[in-house]
């Protein structure tokens, strides 16, 4: 049995679904990868899967060029014959979806991490988009063959109001999972350092980054001994990317330690005390907040969908309001002042992991809705 996996790009494939991808070649399914082009390309094909190059612009709107597009998954499709499909992100899902219909895929799953910035941003463009968007991913969600995972409750909320999908082929699984034996806290912390707080993320406007950097000034005109940590990297492709002149002048001026790109995520984490993400983007499940949850800090976050799914309010962490730096700053002076109190949450971050978010769960979650689509597609 085929599978294919398509995604806007080749790096969420690789370090949110590579795993999901080896469970399933274990079951003995074949797995065929599908994106643009980009580094961790190659490392697919040397994780030992099919990876196909997709010439795509996740932000192109001409015509031309999404014909184009249409036309290259549809040849794709045609030739690979893929027994189930597998999209992520909302263009894959619409785009991907009703070429499948057209070529007769009999199982199509499609994966919905948060609702992205055509239902987050308050600019003219998204708010144009979204009846458009709406209408077709109302298409590509209809058919017996078809199901929807979708990562928080506000999501599925959200698409039963809207009569996006039937409530019988909606699925809530929290997360791609954590591999909680990687993650996992240090064994002793270096409690002689100064206190480190991340934010690790795509580095965009709406992940909250600029609330974060007040609040780092905030605490810094207080004489808080805090060092603010930002990883992650700018995304070019998306419109509310922090621009990389600003990420260097918060570098410069001592606001923020930037680290740029980390590869080794487990050992970042170890490093620091607190992780933070005061998001207002339509996530969701924030994969950083959980492999930090994994390795057992504690969290603050926003009150929003996807990130309040994670943290139990003063039991796991914190949760504050959305655009709100001075509350955060509040935040995160309180865990500063009470390590004891750091130390509790993140111990009962950790339980909550292994309970509810280990990827075991989420693998066998996802498989239980490849069962079922299989199932009725024999009866």
Known sequence: ??????????????????????????????????SPPGRYGPMLETAGFKWIPLEMDRRSLNPGRELALIRRISTIYAREKPDIVHHF???CVVYGSLIARWHGVPNRVNAVTGM??????????????????????????????????????????????????????MHLIRGSGVDTSRFCPPGIKNRGRQMRVVLASRLLWDKGIGEYVQAARLLRDQALPVEFLLAGTTDRGNPGAVPQRQIDAWQRNGIVTYLGHVDDMPKLFRDVDIAVLPSYYR????????????C??????ADTPGCREIVHHGVTGLIVPPRNAQALADAIRSLYENPAKREAMGEAGRRRVEREFDEQIVFEKTLGVYRQLLTDALS
Not at 283 to 294: H, I, K, N, T, Y
């Open 283 to 294: 996530e969701g499940v924030p994969r950083s907040l959980l492999e930090a949850a994994a």
């Open 296 to 301: 057992g800090l504690p969290i603050i976050t």
């Open 89 to 91: 992100t909302i263009k």
């Open 116 to 169: 992205g910035y055509v239902f987050s941003d308050s600019s003219v463009l998204a708010r144009l988009l979204r009846p458009v968007v709406r209408k077709l991913m109302k298409a590509a969600l209809d058919g017996n063959g078809s199901r929807l995972i979708l990562q928080n409750s506000d999501d599925m909320q959200a698409f039963t109001a809207e009569g996006l999908a039937p409530e019988d082929r």
């Open 1 to 34: 049995m085929k599978i294919i996996f398509f995604a806007n790009t080749d790096w969420y494939l690789y370090n949110f679904r590579l795993a999901w991808a080896r469970f399933l070649r274990d079951q003995g399914l074949e797995v065929v990868m599908l």
